[in-house]
């Protein structure tokens, strides 16, 4: 029980669907994150959000479009991906102010791509 | 440019010791950590290094010389559940953290 969830767990999707991956934190955290992990290579920083404000963009294409209504949920919006974005795609959260900053990881969307 | 260095892979028998190094070269340095990274589960903090020097916890050990960029995680008294990935990660001068690759983490019994 990481306090961090995610849905759907498994998601595939054909290049011109439209579909929506989910997070919510249950840590009273104000810092949500979207990273993305392919197979053997680091974790790749997508977005932040700060107070519900988005606070950096990894030159992350536009077919990801993230969304934060509050500080306890985050969205991934999805549309006309490629078959290089399938991946897993973790949300994590941290308390910014903190000493360090520790993130908290929900168990990931592993997302294909046909 | 940024960058961590850690094995792709290590092999270690179960009740034995292993060390798994980490070497960075990054603009700025707030701290080291290492996660732990079950097969389709989420990374999972183990240990946060800034001073120099060994931090130990249970079983596990993270050691940190911040003049050589170098850390290693030890893992003492192995056991089956410890296969896992293992990754390393260094925030950085705006508070930003870098990841390794992570290492893959195989015990036998």
């Known amino acids: 029980e990481t306090g961090v969830t995610q849905t759907p767990r498994h998601l595939v999707m054909g290049m011109t669907n439209k579909k929506s991956l989910k997070c919510e934190q249950h840590?009273?955290?104000?810092?949500m994150y979207w990273y993305k992990q392919s197979a053997k290579k680091p974790l790749e920083l997508m977005f932040v959000?700060?107070?519900?404000?988005?606070?950096e963009n990894n030159s992350v294409p536009s077919r990801f479009s993230p969304e934060c209504p509050n500080s306890s949920h985050l969205f991934l919006h999805l549309h006309t991906l490629q078959p290089e974005d399938s991946a897993l795609y973790l949300c994590?959260?941290?308390?910014?102010?903190?000493?360090?900053?520790?993130?908290?990881f929900g168990p990931g969307t592993r997302l294909t791509v046909l | 440019g940024q960058n961590i260095d850690q094995p792709t892979e290590m092999t270690a028998t179960e009740g034995a010791i292993v060390q798994i190094n980490c070497t960075y070269q990054?603009?700025?340095?707030?701290?080291l950590f290492w996660y732990q990274q079950h097969a389709g589960e989420a990374p999972t903090f183990l240990s946060y290094?800034?001073l120099d020097g060994l931090e130990e916890k249970g079983r596990f050990s993270s050691f940190l010389s911040r003049s050589k960029g170098y850390s290693y995680l030890l893992l003492k008294e192995l056991q089956m559940k410890d296969s896992a990935s293992y990754l390393c990660?260094?925030?950085?001068?705006?508070?930003?953290?870098?990841w390794g690759a992570g290492t893959k983490l195989i015990i036998k019994p």
């Open positions: 994590a959260s941290s308390q910014e102010g903190e000493s360090y900053n520790e993130q908290f």
């Open positions: 840590l009273g955290h104000n810092a």
């Open positions: 959000y700060n107070f519900k404000e988005q606070t």
């Open positions: 990054t603009s700025g340095f707030n701290g």
């Open positions: 290094n800034v």
């Open positions: 990660a260094v925030l950085d001068s705006n508070y930003q953290l870098i």
